[in-house]
Structure formats: C-alpha cells, structure tokens
C-alpha cells in the first residue's frame, strides 16, 4: 500500500493543499484507486473541491473518473456542486450520455440545471431524456426561466403547509416529507387552499409553538417574496438587506413555486464581484491560470488595442508640446507623476462607483459628481503641495514645482468627475460599465493631465520670456 503524507479527512488550508496536491498526484502516478477513493471520501466536499482547483486540467479529469469508477456517485455530485460552474463543466463534458443522466439525478435540481445549461444542447437533451422524469421535468422548468432571474437560481424543492392545519399537523406533515425537503427546510411557508403564499413561520416558532395552534396564528403575514422573473442581484439585496436564511419565489399568480437560499446568493455575489473584478482588469472572467494560452491571447488583446489606441492619443497630446519640453527637459521626468496620480485616483472613484452601481446604492448622480469633485480637491492639495516642495528643490524651479502642483490639482478634480460620471453614463446607455470605464477613465486623466502639465508649463516659458 502507498504510504499517505498526508490525510485528506483534515481541513484543507493554503499550508495543507500542496501537500494534498503532492500526495494525490503519487497515488494518481500509481493508480491507488481505492486508496484516492477513501481520501475523498473522508474529506468533505467543498475541501475536496480546493484540491480539485489545485490540480491540472488532466490531473481533475482522472480524480473525477476515480470518483465514478468506484461507484461514488453521490460524492462525485457534491464536489461538482462546490466547483466553479466552468471546471464541473470541463468534468463532465466527454461522459456518456447514461452516466452523466445518473450524475445529474443525484445532483440537487438547481445544481443540475445550472450544469445543464452550459452543456451543448444535443449532450443536454440526450442525457434530460434519460434521467428520472421528474428530476428531468424540473430541470427544464428551469430552463424555461431567464438565466439572470430567480426562477433560474431557485430550488423548486419547497415545503409549505396549508394555512388551515395546526402546529401539531404541520410537523407531522414536515415529518412525512423530511426525505423530500431534507437541506430545504429553513422556513416554514404557509399557503391557501390555492397555493398562493400567503405567510411564514421560522422553525424556532413552530417548535415551541402549543400543538393545537393554527399556523394562520403565528405566521407572518409581511412576507419578503420575489417573483420567478426577479433579477438575481435583485435576489440577492434582498437577502443581504434582510438578513434571510432564504426568500420564497413566486409566479405571477403568487402560487409558491420554489425558494433561493442564502448559499445560492453567496454564489451570486461573489461571481459578480469576480466579474467587475477582472472587467475592470480588462480581462474576462472566463480566464483561469490553466486557460490555453490562445484562449487568453483572444480574451485580452482585443482591451489591449483599445488601449493602444487611447495610448496613441495621449502621445498626440505630448507631442504637440515638444517645443515646450525640449526648452524645459524637467517636465519630461515629472509628467508620469501628473498622469500616474490622475490615474490613482481615477481608479479610486470608479471602484466606488461600479461597486454602488451593482448594489443599486448610488445616491443621485449630482450626491456622486459633488462628492468625488471634493475629494479631488482634497487630495491635489495635499499631493500638489508635496510635489511643489520637492520639484522645487530638486529642479531648483520654483516654477516648475508650481506647475505640477497646479496640473496635480487639476488632473485629480478630472480623474473625479471622470471616475465617477463615466461608469454612470455608460449604465445610462446600456453599457456595462465595469467593463469599459476603465478605458475611457484612463483616456482622460493622461490627456487631462498632459495638456494640463504641458500647457501649463508653456505659459511658464513665455512669462519667463524663454
């Protein structure tokens, strides 16, 4: 038998995972299949999921296989389940369409539909058609609903009692039904004999709640509820704002049909906040370290000759001032500083604003503009009052040291109407503002701040007769 480094039935930390990583790729090496089974088994999914992130494309396939061979179905699912969408893609791309039917079976039915929806649409069809028919069934109602709405993102498996019933029948209902419901049991929703909601019970209240007590007794009549055609990040405020465990969804005749958990939301938010993370980067978030190297090359040079081009008409600007340079050469070593900073504080502001506009927390735009000018101001005093006392003893100007203070304070108001009007407008027009502000941004704190910089320093030479 291998000898084990490493138990994988422990947490796995940033320490852990390259040994974890090490003594998988041995028993991967030496095809230890029961060994590698009895570790992830041992360990629990979302651990396991870390260590199917560190290893390689080739590598996550042949664990994966392992998994199935051995008849781990249920432990196969859970660790799909905790993988980012486009690695448990990759996993189950080349299966057979039997054995990626059992797969999706196993897996919970919002899982399934959101494996099922990245698949190509023959492979999809092929394994739905072979699944359990009501499994199969719920996974294309969802499909049914937009991909950015609740209606997509919920679980259809849902308990609800009938307003009429006691405590004492609702769990024993509950009960009856806790195979069914099991994981999905956070909230208690009451409904009429149509099956509209129409109230909630937290399960503490219904525990300690006198058997003989109708539910129409203690529910809560102010449910928070979306509907199927509710945005996901819409969804999601709405749990954050109101601390829910879990918001009940909805259709358009209020008839309860399913519930987004808080889990699901996490989801959400965190692969928004990777996207406007990597849009703002100019770089797609379907990029991992492991992407092929053309795959990258077409996702990112075509931001890169965007900025090329902006780059171009920044050097339009500069050269249309290199009489200027040429009688003062200080100004060549201090224009990076003008621009970098504009640049600095540009970001600073667009962050902030991107970050508001995702959570629908921007306070009017005029709040925004007033704010951001302010800061600017701030800020070029304090940066233009440094750079004014070291370019002038440095360059021995006080001219000069002068100029860039002023160009300093100029270009920080710019970068502040900049980074925080642009990513608005462009929401205005039905543009994504994470994904392009960041060029148009950068555009105008290096012309703003070389014409600035460069003009200012013109009128310098001529009232120094130079």
């Known amino acids: 038998m291998p000898r084990i480094t490493w138990r994988l039935d422990a947490p796995l930390t940033a320490r852990a995972t390259p040994q974890a990583v090490h003594t998988v790729r041995k028993l991967l090496h030496r095809d230890a299949h029961a060994n590698l089974a009895k570790l992830l088994q041992r360990a629990r999914p979302a651990d396991a999921a870390l260590l199917f992130e560190a290893l390689a494309a080739t590598e996550r396939r042949r664990l994966f296989a392992v998994l199935l061979t051995e008849g781990l179905w249920a432990r196969a699912a859970a660790i799909l389940s905790e993988l980012p969408d486009e690695l448990s893609v990759a996993l189950i791309a080349d299966l057979a369409p039997e054995r990626l039917a059992r797969l999706l079976d196993v897996l919970a039915v919002d899982d399934a539909t959101r494996l099922a929806e990245r698949l190509p649409r023959e492979r999809a069809e092929a394994a739905l058609s072979l699944m359990n028919r009501a499994e199969a069934d719920a996974v294309r109602e969802l499909l049914e609903h937009d991909a950015s709405t609740a209606g997509r993102m919920m679980s259809p498996v849902v308990y609800a009692s009938n307003r009429a019933q006691s405590v004492a029948q609702a769990v024993q209902a509950l009960q009856e039904e806790s195979e069914r419901v099991q994981g999905s049991l956070i909230y208690l929703y009451v409904v009429d004999d149509d099956g ?3 109230g909630v019970v937290n399960m503490r209240r219904l525990l300690v709640s006198k058997p003989d007590t109708p539910l129409e007794r203690i529910m809560d009549r ?13 969804t999601a405020r709405l749990i954050e704002q109101y601390h829910l465990m879990a918001l009940p969804v909805i259709d358009t005749e209020e008839v309860l049909v399913g519930q987004v958990t808080v889990d699901d939301v996490i989801d959400v938010l965190q692969d928004e906040a990777t996207e406007e993370l990597l849009a703002l980067s100019g770089v797609s978030v379907d990029e991992r370290p492991d992407t092929s190297a053309m795959r990258s090359l077409r996702l990112r040079a075509p931001w890169l000759v965007v900025n090329l081009g902006t780059a171009f008409l920044a050097a339009t600007v500069v050269g249309l001032f290199t009489t200027t340079i040429g009688k003062l050469p200080a100004l060549a070593a201090l224009m990076p500083i003008v621009a970098g900073m504009g640049g600095n504080a540009a970001t600073q502001a667009l962050t902030v604003v991107v970050r ?35 370019a002038s003893l440095v360059f021995h100007d006080m001219g000069v040291g002068a100029v860039l203070a002023a160009a300093l304070l100029i270009n920080m108001v710019v970068a502040g109407i900049a980074g925080s009007m642009m990513p608005m407008i462009l929401k205005r027009l039905g543009i994504d503002p994470a994904v392009s502000s960041a060029v148009f941004v950068t555009t105008c704190t290096d012309v703003g701040g070389f014409f600035t910089f460069l003009g200012l320093a013109t009128l310098l030479l001529r009232w120094k007769g130079m």
């Open 196 to 198: 509209r909601l129409c």
């Open 222 to 234: 102010d449910v928070i509820a979306v509907t199927t055609e509710t945005s996901q990040e819409e």
């Open 356 to 390: 508001a506009l995702a959570l629908e927390q921007i306070p009017g735009m005029f709040r925004v503009l007033s704010k951001e000018v302010m800061v600017g101001l701030g800020n070029g005093l304090i940066n233009g009052a440094v750079c004014f006392v070291i």
